[in-house]
């Protein structure tokens, strides 16, 4: 592919991005305030808005921080958002497994028969939605419904070894375990390592402003 296809093809793919997560957060801001949510469907809305908002403030950081005036790169610029869009599914990911392995034990690390779950359907729901977003900011394809996917990877051998440590921390890492046995069942190509997913996850921690 020539330089000019490249460069068209960057540009493309950014302002069509861009435009993308622009209207997904105008159409959700509309939505919450057409019908303010007073039950358990405001956190899954004000999450999603806190999602779709962050999509576009990271592409706008990224392009604020690699146009002079009205030039830049296209392909690195893409490349950057790349990049910071994999911390985001990092952190994404591990907060969800964070929740979803709190309400299981270390004594029997399994989840009861579904009809005793009660109010962790919520949890899990929610998981599953903010697992959404890590897919689609990591640019990983999935089924519509990753809930079996969600608790093989809690079964993972490496993801008790770190929740039964006594050392704090240790939950975190635990997450980070499922997050990436969450990633490989689903075929994908990084993140796919405690160590990776860890990474990660405190990259985008570290880039946070205090």
């Not at 057409?34 to 405001?42: E, I, K, N």
């Not at 690195?76 to 994404?92: S, T």
């Not at 046995?181 to 997913?197: I, K, N, Y």
């Amino acid at each position: 592919m020539s330089e000019i296809d490249l460069t068209c093809n960057a540009w493309a793919t950014i302002v069509a991005e861009r435009m993308n997560a622009d209207q997904n957060f105008a159409d959700l801001v509309d939505q919450f305030r057409a019908q303010p949510p007073r039950d358990l469907r405001g956190l899954f809305l004000m999450d999603a808005l806190q999602a779709a908002e962050a999509h576009v403030a990271v592409i706008t950081q990224v392009l604020g921080e690699h146009l002079e005036g009205r030039r830049g790169d296209p392909v690195i610029i893409l490349d950057e958002i790349r990049k910071r869009q994999k911390r985001i599914a990092a952190v994404y990911a591990v907060n969800a497994f964070l929740a979803v392995l709190n309400q299981m034990k270390p004594e029997k690390p399994k989840w009861q028969a579904f009809d005793a779950l009660d109010p962790r359907f919520a949890v899990l729901a929610l998981a599953h939605q903010t697992l959404g977003y890590a897919l689609e900011a990591a640019q990983i394809v999935a089924p519509p419904d990753v809930t079996e996917q969600i608790i093989n990877a809690t079964q993972d051998e490496a993801v008790w070894v770190w929740r039964r440590m006594p050392e704090p921390g240790t939950d975190t890492l635990a997450a980070c375990a499922a997050a990436a046995a969450f990633f490989r069942h689903l075929g994908a190509e990084s993140m796919v390592t405690t160590d990776e997913v860890a990474a990660f996850y405190a990259e985008q921690n570290t880039q946070r402003p205090s």
